[in-house]
């Protein structure tokens, strides 16, 4: 999650990126029997940062609370949505990779959530996500203290534990989004702005 917002004359970054775990390394991998780390699975996993992002901008930014901010987003995770076109090219995708790389029994939830009838959902579908809802409304209730503090953390930690996962309730207890000064170059006569590292150029 980065973030550049052009607010009364000024720009601001926020850089909201998890980072790794804090018991991660090298060595541990290595124990494992980990030589190239893996594009799936819990052990590439960061802090997510979404939603302290979210929490971050709504503070600063915002005009409306959090939960009012999220309510649409609650309301069509609960009662459903229709696939759109992109999203079902997309999931369809994901799918496929998900098939035939990410078998193991940590990936039940994945499948359960995103492929109930054992496929990808299909354009024009609708698709319901209750979890989905219930956990962004615990994040919008608590400006995302639930997810990095308290149940949401405890139940991610222990998933993480299960499956040989680096990431810790400390971990997320630890983020704090990261306001930054945004940087800049002039190309042809256009001042093109961007978030300093660790983003990627977007």
Known sequence: ???LVWMKGQLYGLNSSGPAPRSISIDS???QGI?????HGLVPVTVPGTPGGWAALSERFGHLPLEEVLAPAIRYAREGYPVSPNAAIQWANAFR???QKSTGPEFEGWFTTFAPEGRAPRCGEIVYL????TTLERIAQTKAEAFYRGELADQIDEFSRKFNGYL???DLAGFKPEWVDPISINYRGYEVWEIPPNGHGI
Not at 35 to 39: N, R
Request: glycine share 0%; no cysteine; charged share 20%.
């Open 1 to 3: 999650n980065f973030a």
């Open 97 to 99: 990779i998900y098939q």
């Open 29 to 31: 991998l290595h124990e």
């Open 130 to 133: 209750p979890d989905h809802a």
């Open 168 to 170: 810790r309730s400390s």
């Open 35 to 39: 030589t190239e780390m893996p594009a």
